[in-house]
C-alpha cells in the first residue's frame, strides 16, 4: 500500500506568487489533515477535511489560505500572495474513518521557500 | 483546550543507555496520546499510542510509553539507545480519534558513540 504522498517535495516561491501543495492519502482514507511546521518548531494544526467538506479550520490563517478535498482528486492546500513568513513545511495526515483506527499517517511533507 | 509539554528540546544519550524523554499534557476530557519521529528532512512516523487501553504502551524499534493519570504524563522511553534513534521526537494529544492532533514542541534526540 502506497502511503500518503505530497507534491511537490520543495517549493520555491517570491513574495506575492500563489503556492499549491497537494495531498494525495492512503487509498481508502477519507478524512486528510493538514499541519505547518515552523522552522525549530512542532507542528500547528491548520484544517481537516472529509470528502467536500471542511470539518475544522481552526487552525488556518482567516486570510489568503484555503483547503479542499475533491470528491476526486488530491487535497490541495493553497496559499494565495504567499509572504516570507509562509515559508515552512507543511504536512498532510490521512486517516480511516469508522474502522476504529484512530492513527494519522503523515506524508513526508512539502517544505516552501519565499523568495 | 488541550496542550502538551515537552520538557528538554535537546536530550543526548551515550549509546547502549536508557532513553526518557518527557511529555506532559492537559486535557479535558479522557485524552489519546501519541508519540511520532521525524528523521532529517522526512514526514512523521507513528512511535506508538495511547487510546484508553493497556497504560503501558510497546511501540516499534524498542520503544514503549507508560500513561499516567495522576501525573498526566506519557513518558517515552527506550532501554538501549542505538545510533539510529538519533531523530526529532514529537508528542502529541488529541481528545479522540480522527481529531487534530496537538503538537509538543519536540525533543531532540542525539546519541554519543
Known amino acids: 500500500n502506497a502511503g500518503v504522498m505530497q507534491n511537490p517535495r520543495h517549493l520555491v516561491r517570491r513574495r506575492g506568487q500563489e503556492a499549491r501543495l497537494r495531498c494525495s492519502p492512503v487509498?481508502?482514507?477519507?478524512?486528510v489533515y493538514w499541519y505547518r511546521q515552523l522552522p525549530e518548531e512542532g507542528l500547528k494544526f491548520m484544517v481537516y477535511l472529509q470528502k467536500e467538506n471542511i470539518i475544522d479550520e481552526s487552525g488556518m490563517p482567516k486570510e489568503r489560505f484555503s483547503a479542499e478535498f475533491p470528491k476526486e482528486g488530491p487535497s490541495i492546500l493553497r496559499i494565495q500572495q504567499v509572504v516570507r513568513g509562509d515559508s515552512a513545511a507543511y504536512f498532510c495526515?490521512?486517516?480511516?474513518?469508522?474502522?476504529?483506527?484512530?492513527?494519522?499517517?503523515f506524508g513526508p511533507g512539502t517544505r516552501l521557500t519565499v523568495l | 483546550a488541550q496542550s502538551v509539554t515537552q520538557l528538554g528540546s535537546h536530550v543526548s544519550v551515550s549509546e547502549g543507555a536508557l532513553v526518557l524523554l518527557r511529555c506532559n499534557y492537559s486535557?479535558?476530557?479522557?485524552?489519546?496520546l501519541f508519540w511520532y519521529v521525524q528523521y532529517p528532512n522526512q514526514g512523521l512516523q507513528l512511535l506508538l499510542k495511547y487510546t484508553s487501553a493497556a497504560t503501558l504502551v510497546k511501540g516499534i524499534n524498542g520503544f514503549e510509553a507508560e500513561f499516567k493519570k495522576s501525573e498526566t504524563s506519557f513518558h517515552l522511553t527506550k532501554p538501549s539507545a542505538h545510533m539510529s534513534d538519533a531523530a526529532e521526537y514529537f508528542c502529541?494529544?488529541?481528545?479522540?480519534?480522527?481529531?487534530?492532533?496537538?503538537f509538543g514542541t519536540g525533543t531532540r534526540l542525539t546519541i554519543i558513540p
Open positions: 495526515a490521512s486517516s480511516p474513518y469508522g474502522t476504529g483506527d484512530d492513527t494519522q499517517y
Open positions: 487509498k481508502g482514507h477519507s478524512h
Open positions: 486535557s479535558s476530557v479522557p485524552p489519546y
Open positions: 502529541a494529544v488529541s481528545e479522540k480519534g480522527n481529531e487534530k492532533l496537538t
